[in-house]
C-alpha cells in the first residue's frame, strides 16, 4: 500500500491490483474507519475523504486501514445485493460465445451463475464496472465503437461488466437489455449500483420500473437579468459524498461568499443563490425582495453602492449594477 496525499483531508491509497482494492474497499465497508467521510474506489486505488477535523495525515487513521487491508477477503464478505432481470437478446451476443469458445446459452448460464460486484463507479453517474468470479469473462472492446447505446444494455469488456445508464457512445460487447434503471434521482441513493453491491443477473423479462419525474415549478417573478458578460449559474453547496456514484460535488466556488450571502438574507446556509462571473451585470427586481451580494464586486442601485455582504432591499422596479470587480 502506498499513501498519497491530495489535500488536508484527502488522500489516495494506492493497490497492487484490483483484487486487493475490492478486499480492502470490503473490509472498509464491513468495519467502518471513524474519521472517514468518504471512499471514492478506482481499478487501484482508493481516495479517501476525512470528516471536517480529521487530518488525512492522521496516523492512527494510516495505521488502521493498513492493518484492514489483510483482512475480510472479498470473497467471504455479505454485502448489499441486488438482482437483475435481464432480457439476453443483445447485438454482440454471438460474437461473445466466439471469443469466449461457448455456445450462446453457455454464455447466458455462465453470465447468470457468476457473482458481479462493483468495484468503481465512472464515465456517466450510475455506470458501474462489475468484476465477476469467472474468469472466462475476459472480452475484448469492439474494434468500431457504436455512435448511440440504450439505456439499460448489458455490456462487457475486459473483466467487468456495466449496464449502460443512459443512452450514449460506447465500445462494449453487448449481451442483453434490462428494464431497471441506473440512475433515478427520485431514489436514495440515485444509483442502484454502487461500489460494494454485489448482483446477480437472471433471465426473465420484468416489470418497468418508471423513473418519476419532479413537477416542474411554475414560474414566478423575481430578479430578471438585463444585460450580462458571462453566464450565471445557480449553486448550491453541491452534493458531497456521492462520488463513489460517479457524482462530483459541484456547487459553488466560492463557498464561504455562499454561505455569508444566505446567512445575510436569513437562508439556510446550503441554498442555492446566483453564482456570478466577473461582470458587468444588471438586474431588476420585478417584486419586493431583500438579497444580498458576497465576493469580490460590489453592488450598486440606482447609483447608490451597497456595503459588501450587507443585505439590502429592492422595490419593483429597482435595478442592480456590478460591475468587474478590480481583485479578489
Known amino acids: 500500500m502506498r499513501f498519497l496525499p491530495i489535500g488536508p483531508r484527502t488522500f489516495l491509497i494506492e493497490l497492487d491490483d484490483l483484487k ?14 471513524p474519521g472517514i467521510a468518504e471512499i471514492v474506489p478506482g481499478a487501484r486505488t482508493l481516495m479517501i475523504r476525512t470528516k471536517v477535523g480529521v487530518l488525512a495525515d492522521s496516523v492512527m487513521l494510516r495505521a488502521t486501514m493498513t492493518r484492514q487491508s489483510g483482512n475480510t477477503p472479498a470473497a467471504t464478505c455479505t454485502g448489499e445485493a441486488v438482482e437483475l432481470p435481464v432480457t439476453y437478446d443483445g447485438e454482440d451476443l454471438a460474437d461473445v460465445a466466439q471469443h469466449m469458445g461457448l455456445t450462446v446459452a453457455e454464455v447466458i448460464a455462465a453470465h447468470q451463475a457468476a457473482t458481479w460486484q462493483v468495484a ?5 453517474p450510475g ?10 469473462f475476459r472480452l475484448p472492446r469492439r474494434q468500431s465503437p457504436r455512435t448511440r447505446i440504450p439505456a439499460g444494455a448489458v455490456a462487457l469488456a475486459d473483466q467487468f461488466c ?33 461500489p460494494g453491491v454485489r448482483c446477480r443477473f437472471v433471465q426473465r423479462e420484468a416489470s418497468v420500473y418508471p423513473v418519476a419525474i419532479p413537477a416542474e415549478t411554475p414560474p414566478s417573478q ?21 462520488a463513489g456514484q460517479g457524482v462530483a460535488a459541484s456547487g459553488a466556488l466560492d463557498l464561504g461568499s455562499l454561505r455569508r450571502a444566505n446567512r445575510a ?20 427586481a420585478e417584486e419586493k425582495m431583500v438579497v444580498a451580494l458576497a465576493g469580490a464586486a460590489l453592488a450598486s442601485v440606482d447609483g447608490v453602492t451597497i456595503p459588501q455582504g450587507a ?6 422596479g429597482d435595478e442592480v449594477s456590478i460591475a468587474p470587480p478590480a481583485s479578489g
Open 162 to 194: 456495466g449496464v449502460y445508464p443512459q443512452a450514449t457512445p460506447g465500445g462494449w460487447q453487448l449481451i442483453g437489455r434490462t428494464v431497471v434503471p441506473m440512475w433515478d434521482m427520485t431514489r436514495e441513493p440515485p444509483a442502484l449500483l454502487r
Open 127 to 136: 455506470f458501474a464496472y462489475m468484476v465477476g468470479d469467472d474468469p472466462r
Open 311 to 316: 443585505a439590502f432591499a429592492l422595490d419593483p
Open 265 to 284: 438574507v436569513g437562508n439556510p446556509s446550503f441554498a442555492a443563490a446566483l453564482e456570478i462571473t466577473l461582470g458587468p451585470v444588471r438586474l431588476r
Open 222 to 242: 423575481g430578479l430578471r437579468i438585463l444585460s450580462t458578460a458571462f453566464p450565471i449559474l445557480f449553486q448550491d453547496e453541491g452534493r458531497l459524498g456521492h
Open 20 to 33: 486487493r482494492t475490492l478486499d480492502l474497499l470490503d473490509a472498509m465497508q464491513v468495519d467502518p474507519v
Open 120 to 124: 468503481f463507479c465512472g464515465f456517466a
